[in-house]
């Protein structure tokens, strides 16, 4: 199962990666890939999208399921 956020708040390389590993810590997770450039995280695993949100919310950033149109 895979699960895309749109994450605000990032400006550098640093910040991707403070979000990955915020992400990669919560458990159920199997990979967590950020782009700063979209501001989107796409993460695998059988995990719901509460506790992604707020480990992403918790490192200091901003973050919502993202739901295509």
Do not use: N, W
Request: with cysteine; net charge negative; aromatic share 2%.
């Amino acid at each position: 199962m895979s699960i895309e956020l749109k994450v605000t708040g990032m400006t550098c390389q640093h910040c991707a990666r403070a979000v990955s590993r915020a992400l990669a810590s919560v458990p159920g997770v199997e990979g967590a890939a950020v782009k700063l450039e979209t501001g989107m995280a796409l993460i695998e695993g059988q995990v719901p999208a509460e506790p992604l949100i707020r480990a992403v919310v918790d490192a200091g950033y901003q973050a919502e399921l993202f739901v295509p149109d």
